[in-house]
């Protein structure tokens, strides 16, 4: 972790205050609800948090380790003086806070994230078993009967799946999406009933050690009409394509494009309206993004998903993602779920 704080204190020219927790994490170790660190120029970082979590406060190394009350920044702002601080992560009402107390802020933006975005070994090691653990699971349930169970039925014996493969939890709720709802790229599952001949889409992930898998199939409940299989088609060959083109240097809007350019030309061009990729770590959405709109540049080390879409409102809908990890000639495909359309009972 000290390698961390020197990394951030190598980009300042003044005290950074972290309020972001994930970035708390990650520089420090300590997983909170309640904590700050600052980080000055020269290396030097103290950490703040509540009785609730000092004693796991205490194991951070190469920090100084302060305890304060619950309004932790009001607690702390009057030996602050001037900071940077996260602009994307300090709601108004804690910037008034320190405001009130005399304190001189700095808005920065992505200090810590443009860190965390190229993963070490340790943090590719635990995202492996994270998405390990969740191919497990969603083999295990392929191995179940689908058809004539609610989406809601399905996502909970899923999440206990997961667990029984060795999630520590689950990264956000599974998405199980049967017919037109899989026309809905972020559908709640509910109550319909998963009909015969139709293509489901399901979107999982889970933690392990902190660290954040994500996938997506889209899976048949049997002999589906050829307007299905054609937009399966058209988005794996668009996913395929993206993962064997991503290579370092790359920009998210020319990995984007890949996917993009394929699914166009085949006419579905408006019925993918969501970017191609972003990050994952400790968070299952970070840098870099992969879209039209990002401002990211891929490097080696960094991890993203991989996942266009095909959405026909009030039809189907089809998402093929994979995880994938940059490298320095291409990417490796951390995923191992088959993306050939799998047919089930």
Known sequence: MRSRIEAVAHHLDAP????????????????????????????DATLWTDFRYIEEARKAQGVTVEMVNR???????????????????????QWQVLDGEGVKLTPTRGIVEELRAVKDDGELDKIRHAVRAADHAFEALTAQAWVGRTEREIAWRFQELMHAHGADT??????????PNGAKPHANPSDRIVEAD????????????????????TVATGKIPNRMREIYDVCLAAQTAAVAGIRPTMTGV???????????EAGYGAEF??????????????????STESPDTLQTGN???????????????????????????????????????????
């Open 198 to 217: 139709t293509l489901v889409v399901v979107d999982w992930g889970v933690k392990v050690d902190g660290y954040c898998s994500d996938c997506t199939r």
């Open 71 to 93: 309004n932790l920044l009001k607690d702390i702002a009057a030996g602050l003086g001037a900071v940077q601080f996260e602009a994307d992560a300090l709601p108004y009402a």
């Open 16 to 43: 950074l205050l972290v309020t972001n927790l994930t970035n708390v994490q990650y520089l420090t170790g300590l997983e909170s609800s309640n904590a700050a660190i600052v980080v000055k120029p020269d290396g």
């Open 273 to 290: 309206g969501h970017g191609l990729g972003h990050g994952i770590g400790l968070d299952v959405h970070e840098v870099p993004r992969l």
């Open 303 to 345: 991890v993203v998903t991989v996942e266009p879409g095909i959405y026909v409102e009030g039809y189907a809908g089809v998402r093929i993602e994979d995880l994938v990890i940059v490298t320095d000639d291409g990417v490796e495909i951390v995923s191992s779920f088959p993306k050939t359309l799998v047919e089930l009972s």
């Open 170 to 179: 689950i990264s956000f709720e599974p998405i199980v999406a049967a017919g």
């Open 254 to 264: 020319e990995a984007d494009q890949i996917a993009r350019s394929i699914i166009e």
